[in-house]
C-alpha cells in the first residue's frame, strides 16, 4: 500500500513558477514509477509527466515540454514536478500517482489506467 500526499500548489500570475512535491509513504518508493496529471474543470484527466523508478527516463505531454520537469528524490520518497512559464491554460487539480515497476525501472507508465495509487489533488491557479 501506498499513500500519496501532495504539496505546493496554489495562485500565481502567467509567467510564473511552481514546485509541486508529492511525498509517498512505504519503504520501497524506489520500485514504483510515479506520474503527473492534472484535471481542469470540465475535462478528462490527463497525463502531465511520469518519471521511471531509477530516474533514468522521463516523459512529458507535449504541451509541457520545456516547460515542466519531473524528478525524484528516492532517499526522501518524494517526486517533484517543477513548472515555470505558467499559462492560465495549466489551471487545473494536479494529482501525482503511483504504479509498482519492480524490475522494469526505465518503464514510465502515461494513462491513468495503469496506475494503482493515487494523490488527493492540489490546485494550481494561474491568472491571467
Known amino acids: 500500500q501506498v499513500q500519496l500526499v501532495e504539496s505546493g500548489g496554489g495562485l500565481v500570475q502567467t509567467g510564473g513558477s511552481l514546485r509541486l512535491s508529492c511525498a509517498a509513504s512505504g519503504r520501497t518508493f524506489n520500485m514504483y514509477a510515479m506520474g503527473w496529471f492534472r484535471q481542469a474543470p470540465g475535462k478528462e484527466r490527463e497525463s502531465v509527466a511520469s518519471i521511471s523508478s531509477n530516474s533514468a527516463t522521463t516523459r512529458y505531454t507535449d504541451s509541457v515540454k520545456g516547460q515542466f520537469t519531473v524528478s525524484r528524490d528516492n532517499a526522501k520518497n518524494t517526486v517533484y514536478l517543477q513548472m515555470s512559464s505558467l499559462k492560465p491554460e495549466d489551471t487545473a487539480v494536479y494529482y501525482c500517482?503511483?504504479?509498482?515497476?519492480?524490475?522494469?525501472?526505465?518503464?514510465?507508465?502515461?494513462?491513468?489506467?495503469?496506475?494503482?495509487?493515487w494523490g488527493q489533488g492540489t490546485q494550481v491557479t494561474v491568472s491571467s
Open positions: 500517482a503511483a504504479k509498482f515497476s519492480g524490475r522494469a525501472v526505465l518503464s514510465t507508465p502515461y494513462r491513468p489506467d495503469e496506475y494503482n495509487y
